[in-house]
């Protein structure tokens, strides 16, 4: 009676951000669990992963989505709520600026904030209202360990990915009555394009891979059962919970 709690045939799949690092292997990872995918990103950013994805013998949708727009996201989300039903909505795709809190300009404060948290809510506006209907749904945003701790020199991603932690909050009280359940995960030390500077530093790398109990930094495959495991059934009574996958970073 296990697996069943875990499958996610006949469900459909919306990822951001699905062609690499953490995206992509929930969404390969969903692929296997038996979903159809619509991936939204950049144009050409999926082309290196649709096949593997269809050979798990489910379709694959590629959409493009500029995140830097919210308007853009709002349009596209409320294209797909009116043309297929979407079960499960997966906020992966993000942005990060590093550098000095007293260099950052307008310009690029911004940028992060309309990426990483506006066009995520315009998104997830449009794909609820159905699901609202429907009473049923599976929203997951990716936040970040930085939704609880500050960071260096990444305010504005700190900015966001606090602000993604408070609004899952915020979602989930306004829409579990409605039988949706809207939860976060909060991936630690990943190696991704995003923490290749921190892994290119040899005094960063030492420093964080010795405070990590698990000894490790994580692979994006690391995050692919918490996504399932709130994808699925299973999850049905988790609201508003964001779920670390750190190897041991917050506990320690």
Same mark, same amino acid.
Request: proline share 4%.
């Given at each position: 009676? $296990?697996?069943?709690?875990?499958?996610?045939?006949?469900?459909?799949? !919306?990822?951001?951000?699905?062609?690499?690092?953490?995206?992509?292997?929930?969404?390969?990872?969903?692929?296997?669990?038996?979903?159809?995918?619509?991936?939204?990103?950049?144009?050409?950013?999926?082309?290196?992963?649709?096949?593997?994805?269809? /050979?798990?013998?489910? /379709?694959?949708?590629?959409?493009?989505?500029?995140?830097?727009?919210?308007?853009?996201?709002?349009?596209?989300?409320?294209?797909?709520?009116?043309?297929?039903? !979407?079960?499960?909505?997966?906020?992966?795709?993000?942005?990060?600026?590093?550098?000095?809190?007293?260099?950052? $300009?307008?310009?690029?404060?911004?940028?992060?904030?309309?990426?990483?948290?506006? /066009?995520?809510?315009?998104? *997830?506006?449009?794909?609820?209202?159905?699901?609202? *209907?429907?009473?049923?749904?599976?929203?997951?945003?990716?936040?970040?360990?930085?939704?609880?701790?500050?960071?260096?020199?990444?305010?504005?991603?700190?900015? *966001?990915?606090?602000?993604?932690?408070?609004?899952?909050? =915020?979602?989930?009280?306004?829409? =579990?009555?409605?039988?949706?359940?809207?939860?976060?995960?909060?991936?630690?030390?990943?190696?991704?394009?995003? $923490?290749?500077?921190? #892994?290119?530093?040899?005094?960063?790398?030492?420093?964080?891979?010795?405070?990590?109990?698990?000894?490790?930094?994580?692979?994006?495959?690391?995050?692919?059962?918490?996504?399932?495991?709130?994808?699925? #059934?299973?999850?049905?009574? !988790?609201?508003?919970?964001?779920?670390?996958?750190?190897?041991?970073? *917050?506990?320690?």
């Amino acid at each position: 009676m $296990t697996a069943p709690l875990f499958s996610l045939e006949g469900r459909t799949a !919306v990822v951001t951000g699905g062609g690499r690092g953490i995206g992509r292997s929930i969404a390969l990872g969903f692929a296997g669990a038996g979903a159809d995918l619509i991936l939204l990103g950049r144009p050409g950013s999926h082309r290196d992963m649709t096949d593997e994805a269809k /050979s798990y013998g489910h /379709s694959v949708t590629v959409v493009d989505l500029d995140l830097s727009e919210p308007a853009h996201a709002k349009a596209v989300g409320a294209q797909l709520a009116g043309d297929v039903d !979407v079960d499960i909505l997966v906020n992966n795709a993000g942005t990060i600026d590093r550098g000095d809190s007293t260099a950052v $300009t307008p310009d690029a404060w911004n940028h992060v904030l309309q990426v990483n948290l506006s /066009s995520l809510f315009f998104l *997830t506006q449009q794909l609820a209202g159905p699901m609202i *209907t429907r009473r049923h749904g599976k929203i997951i945003n990716i936040a970040s360990l930085l939704s609880f701790q500050g960071g260096l020199r990444v305010a504005s991603y700190a900015a *966001t990915k606090h602000a993604v932690a408070g609004l899952t909050r =915020a979602l989930a009280n306004e829409w =579990a009555s409605h039988g949706i359940q809207v939860n976060a995960i909060a991936p630690g030390y990943i190696a991704t394009d995003n $923490t290749r500077p921190l #892994r290119e530093d040899p005094d960063r790398v030492r420093a964080i891979t010795e405070r990590i109990p698990a000894g490790r930094w994580g692979e994006a495959d690391d995050v692919v059962g918490a996504a399932i495991f709130l994808a699925s #059934r299973a999850s049905d009574y !988790v609201n508003g919970h964001v779920l670390v996958v750190d190897g041991g970073w *917050t506990a320690r």
